[in-house]
């Protein structure tokens, strides 16, 4: 190899030769619940599976790691759900914090939400803002949580703040993003097979690697993770002997 490695920043953009690590990979975690319907168990138990499999992704970000993750959690269409479903969901992310925040903060890990998580009820959004406040010093990888997020209403957001600042430009609208403190997105994984998205990172999507798996969300380990980034850096083709 004897051409320069492409810096971080083309990375994202093309352009031959291997490529470095994405910077800033997010993921549309999908299909916990037609994880638990193929097992004849509640829905419930596909998110706390899915948990799990969150659970073990941050954990191998020590051998994989990235800058910034970002999952979505939770759409702002996923409030169409039936109330029950919602409380689970709310239940498990409260879980998810008073069990997990230990370890994260450990690991150097910063939280920050994405979307207005200050829909969720009281309790969920004085854990989630500890969290937040807790890991704020952290230099870590990102990890960015997708909390009653949709794309276009974020958009509008930033397009508003940045006509209230003077000229709406790419670069004015890019600055009040909610990703606008993290590295651009470079690779987008999408499982359970569905290929859209969802209303989730539109703009930020603009020059991501797009990656799809039949992979159910519950399914996914860090190794379905590993296998994605190797995607990504195009291993594939580039010893495939030509
Ligand atoms: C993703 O799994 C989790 C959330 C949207 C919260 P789903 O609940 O959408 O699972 P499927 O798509 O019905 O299988
Ligand atoms: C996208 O999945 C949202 C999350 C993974 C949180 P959905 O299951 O809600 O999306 P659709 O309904 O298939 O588009
Ligand atoms: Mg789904």
Redesign the pocket.
């Known amino acids: 190899m004897t051409a320069a490695a492409p810096s971080a920043a083309q990375g994202s953009r093309g352009g031959r030769g291997p490529r470095p690590n994405p910077r800033h990979v997010a993921i ?3 299909g916990n619940g037609r994880w638990a319907k193929k097992r004849f168990l509640p829905r419930a138990m596909g998110h706390k599976k899915g948990v799990e499999a969150v659970r073990a992704l941050v954990r191998s970000l020590r051998d994989n790691p990235v800058e910034a993750l970002t999952l ?4 702002t ?2 409030w169409g759900r039936p109330a029950d479903e919602i409380a689970d969901l709310t239940a498990l992310m409260k879980h998810f914090i008073r069990n997990d925040l230990d370890e994260i903060a450990e690991a150097g890990v910063r939280l920050k939400i994405v979307g207005d998580h200050s829909a969720f009820d009281e309790e969920a959004v004085a854990l989630i803002d500890g969290a937040v406040t807790r890991t704020a010093g952290n230099t870590g990888t990102t990890l960015a949580i ?1 909390l009653n997020y949709g794309a276009q209403a974020e958009i509008v957001r930033a397009a508003r703040a940045a006509a209230a600042e003077g000229e709406i430009t790419e670069e004015a609208i890019a600055r009040h993003l909610d990703t606008a403190d993290m590295p651009p997105l470079d690779l987008l994984i999408r499982t359970s097979g ?1 290929v ?1 998205l ?1 209303n ?1 990172l539109l703009w930020q999507a603009a020059y991501a690697e797009l990656y799809f798996t039949d992979v159910l969300w519950p399914d996914f380990t860090p190794a379905h993770f590993a296998e994605a980034l190797d995607h990504f850096a195009g291993r594939e083709r580039r010893y495939g002997g030509r």
Do not use: H, P
């Not at 979505?72 to 759409?75: D, E, V």
């Open positions: 549309i975690m999908d979505y959690a939770f759409s269409e996923n997708a569905e859209r969802s989730f």
